[in-house]
């Protein structure tokens, strides 16, 4: 080729190799990339963890003095925002990484070194806000941040201040790993694989994205109108100066409740894959999955005030709230019924993986049902600002994201490592689990409705809380428990290694057809697909026929027009073809710009903080990482 | 593949599943992001609107016809786009070039119209700190002026290559995707024109309370 491209001077040589600290500084490998995010998120799991450990040692007895009321503050504000954005985010995260080239067919995402970007933004901005342990002045205001409270009049140390601008700085990391995804899921599917050919979790992962690009933007604004408030004295939440603290709440639960979708609809995936294989059979109704999932993207916009019920919005916008509060529900409950349709006279296995997913379905359901209970204003307003509002959310939070992700990595372990997760330590790892989460959050149900409010230090000797509360606090300590077998058990699994072939669980979807772990290049000939669930039948051809008559039966896995495509997608493609038209397989080269442009923006971030200048030493870095990245060929000249 | 076959198709053929350029995808739903960041600004302006408790207020200080001449500026900054493009698209370099240079031209004025808007109002007293008014004016202006920077910055990156060679027909896909981002900031500035200005331009004091500049 004789055309030109610009050039940008290189400060180092581009990284080649495949091992050592530059190999993953510099990767723009998926399966990398999906180790990195969850290997960061479990040590802040570990960390939001222990946050939640204090609280409860301090609420365990009536009139305890532990722990302050300004580091119970803390605590609890630190809590939530870790497991939402540091913790449930960004594991749903690993598993897009992991599974969606896989689960599509494709050698890696749309865009490499974005995905890459991602996770390093993802990696500075987790520090940075938790940076603020450090400086002992921890982020105060609660996970919600609720102005006044958050505005430099009630709270006018850093702390806010870090907790706003850490979530810009992850804001802009989730918005480019959703755009990214919804790239490769539209883009890059294998081919015959249409889009009610691909398999439930990439669905769930569309939809998430899809989300994340729409309500993170809404975070942003909302982050960027309090920083502007707490940082140059604009008037947005200040009522002297014309602005209403209720905004921020109309602001905030606008992106916060497409949000809670965001964290659930991951989870509802890896459940919707983990059911049918132990199960053996197909899910059952696949396209009301689908539907469901995206209705529930859209009315999650038009539930948001559920929030606000007691904030005194009025008749009028109360029962509108309520009644789009209560439609949301159904899509839910269709849900539920899939996946209880999907057991019914199931092959069933009750491997680690199931008894999370089953699980799932029970407690996911608890929190549901609690929450259609104060999606009626009346009753919220015996609820609201209470432990019952605690345990809702930790019933669909735990009960649900959280058990699903348990049940998601022990499905995919051998597919990642190529080994099997112990299955003795793994049932006492999801029992210790279950007694624990039950015993500690079912309480707070009663609680609550008792009238115990949440985010109080302490309470009164006399109101007949303390038994209740010392289970919780017991509970909470077996969970710990459970997860500490959890990573004895990833431990001892890696020195006692039960090898697990290709398909150890006689899987449904196209990441059960390459190795474990798989190569770099995922699949040495890219699968031609014909069915949903085309690798199942490709297996056991013999029960196509059982599935694919011509009658519109739903767990029928392929539309009825199958028997034309049969005949056209016969013809399998030639080994290794790929963009790049070569006969080699080719993947994208590393890449250090990505880190560059993050520590850039990492910088840019801390200065907000600290100090103008400091945004000043940020943009350089910013400049090399864009103008270096847009000059570098994706792959350099052989 | 030989220049003489890519020449042939004016768009080539994508090797994905929906047959749409990845990068052209993703800029449509970066741009759907980028509403959602402007809507809720925007909404945040309007449930504002009139909510100043002290002066200046819009009525006081908006120069519309100032402003008008700098949003014909912007808007004729996408025709120069247009044609910018499809020069490029044709192969003929150097119109290309200078059609992209003149949005780049056009884009600076238009920061420069802002900047001395800006300047002028923190003269008359309006900061965002005065009142509501200021606040949500600047902050949502001034994100939109962000916005602006980023694509002179990307265009004039596009007229330099433009110039040397390293932007051709046959990737003109490069400046088509710049070409989406800065016709839509184009339109989000019509959107802002007609809240701010158009609307809002004759609010003033709440009853009860006088003007507060007095020219
Ligand atoms: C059946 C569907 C659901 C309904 C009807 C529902 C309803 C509600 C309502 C009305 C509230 C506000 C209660 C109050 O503060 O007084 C609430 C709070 C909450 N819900 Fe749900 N919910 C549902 C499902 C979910 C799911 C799936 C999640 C997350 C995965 C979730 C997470 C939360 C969280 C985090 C809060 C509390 C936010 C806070 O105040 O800190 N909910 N829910
Ligand atoms: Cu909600």
């Keep these: 080729m004789t055309t030109k491209s610009l050039k940008f001077p290189q400060a180092f040589p581009r990284p080649k190799s495949a091992t050592g600290i530059w190999s993953w500084i510099g990767t723009v490998d998926h399966k990398r990339i999906g180790t990195m995010y969850g290997i960061v998120s479990f040590i802040w799991f570990l960390v939001g963890g222990l946050e939640a450990l204090l609280m409860r040692a301090q609420l365990a007895s009536a009139e305890n003095d532990l722990i302050g009321p300004e580091a119970f503050n803390q605590l609890f504000t630190m809590h939530g925002t870790t497991m939402v954005f540091l913790v449930i985010m960004p594991l749903s995260a690993a598993f897009f990484n992991w599974l969606i080239p896989l689960q599509i067919g494709a050698r890696d995402v749309a865009f490499p070194r974005l995905n890459a970007l991602s996770f390093w933004i993802f990696l500075f901005g987790s520090i940075l806000i938790n940076f603020s342990w450090v400086t002992g002045d921890a982020p105060n205001g609660g996970w919600f941040g609720y102005a006044p409270n958050s505005g430099t009049t009630f709270n006018p140390g850093l702390g806010m201040t870090y907790w706003v601008v850490g979530l810009n700085v992850l804001g802009v990391a989730s918005i480019a790993a959703g755009l990214n995804f919804i790239v490769t899921i539209l883009n890059m599917r294998a081919p015959g694989m249409d889009m009610f050919k691909i398999p439930i979790f990439t669905w769930m992962t569309l939809i998430t994205s899809v989300l994340i690009v729409l309500a993170m933007p809404v975070l942003a604004v909302a982050g960027i109108q309090l920083m502007t408030d707490r940082v140059y004295g604009t008037h947005f939440f200040n009522s002297l100066g014309g602005g209403d603290p209720v905004m921020w709440q109309h602001i905030f639960w606008l992106f916060g409740h497409p949000e809670v979708y965001i964290l659930i609809l991951p989870a509802m995936g890896i459940v919707s894959e983990v059911l049918p294989t132990f199960a053996r059979k197909p899910l059952f109704g696949y396209p009301f999955v689908v539907f469901a999932g995206a209705v529930i993207a859209f009315m999650g916009w038009f539930v948001w005030s559920h929030h606000m019920f007691t904030v005194g919005l009025g008749p009028a916008a109360n029962t509108a709230f309520s009644i789009s509060t209560m439609l949301i529900a159904v899509p839910t409950g269709v849900k539920i019924f899939n996946w209880l349709g999907t057991l019914w006279g199931g092959n069933i296995r009750l491997n680690t993986p199931m008894l999370f997913s089953i699980s799932f379905i029970a407690m996911f359901t608890i929190g549901g049902l609690s929450g259609v209970m104060h999606a009626s204003p009346p009753t919220d307003a015996q609820q609201q600002d209470t432990y019952f509002i605690v345990a809702h959310f930790h019933y669909v939070l735990v009960g649900g994201a959280l058990l699903g992700i348990f049940s998601g990595i022990y499905f995919w372990w051998p597919k990642f490592t190529g080994y099997f997760l112990n299955e003795k330590l793994g049932i006492a790892n999801w029992a210790l689990m279950m007694i624990g989460f039950n015993l500690q959050f079912a309480p707070m149900h009663w609680l609550g409705m008792d009238g115990m409010p949440r985010r109080i230090y302490t309470y009164a000797e006399n109101m007949g809380w303390e038994g209740s509360n010392l289970a919780a606090s017991i509970g909470g300590l077996i969970l710990g428990i459970g997860i500490l077998v959890f990573i004895f058990n990833v431990f001892y699994s890696k020195m006692n290694k039960v090898m697990a072939g290709d398909d150890p669980w006689d899987g449904r979807t196209l990441e059960w057809a390459t190795s474990s772990p798989p190569p770099v290049h995922d699949f040495d000939v890219i699968p031609q697909v014909q069915y949903r669930d085309d690798f199942w039948f490709k297996k056991y051809p013999e029960t196509i026929s059982e599935y694919y008559h011509d009658d519109h039966d739903q767990a029928v896995p392929s539309g009825a027009q199958l028997d034309d495509e049969v005949e056209e997608a016969l013809p399998v493609v030639s080994g290794g073809s790929d963009d790049h038209g070569h006969g080699a397989i080719h993947l994208p080269d590393m890449s250090y710009y990505p880190f560059i442009l993050s520590v850039g923006i990492a910088i840019l971030g801390a200065g907000f903080i600290t100090n103008t200048y400091v945004v000043g030493a940020g943009v350089p870095f910013i400049l090399w990482g864009l103008l270096g990245w847009s000059m570098e060929p994706v792959n350099d000249p052989e | ?215």
């Design chain 2, 1 to 215: 593949m030989t220049q003489a076959a890519a020449t042939e198709h004016h768009e080539p053929v994508e090797n994905t599943s929906t047959g749409l350029n990845s990068r052209k995808l993703m800029m449509w739903a970066f741009l759907g992001s980028d509403v959602m960041f402007f809507g809720a600004f925007i909404a945040t302006y309007l449930v504002y609107r009139g909510k100043s408790l002290v002066g200046p207020y819009p009525s006081e200080i908006l120069d519309i016809p100032l402003t008008s001449v700098s949003t014909f500026v912007l808007l004729m900054s996408s025709l120069a786009m247009v044609l910018g493009l499809h020069y490029v698209k044709e192969g003929q370099k150097n119109k290309g070039t200078i059609w992209i240079l003149v949005v780049v031209v056009l884009g600076a004025i238009f920061m420069g119209f802002q900047f001395y808007e800006f300047r002028e109002f923190a003269h008359e007293g309006l900061t965002p700190r005065t009142n509501i008014f200021g606040t949500t004016f600047f902050i949502l202006t001034g994100i939109h002026g962000a916005h602006v920077t980023i694509g002179v910055a990307w265009m004039a990156f596009m007229a330099y290559g433009s110039h040397t060679g390293a932007l051709r027909k046959d990737n003109a896909l490069d400046l088509e995707i710049a070409g989406l981002y800065w016709h839509f900031v184009d339109i989000v500035w019509i959107v802002i024109f007609t809240v701010i200005y158009l609307i809002s331009a004759t609010d003033g004091p709440p009853p009860g309370v006088g003007p507060t500049i007095l020219h």
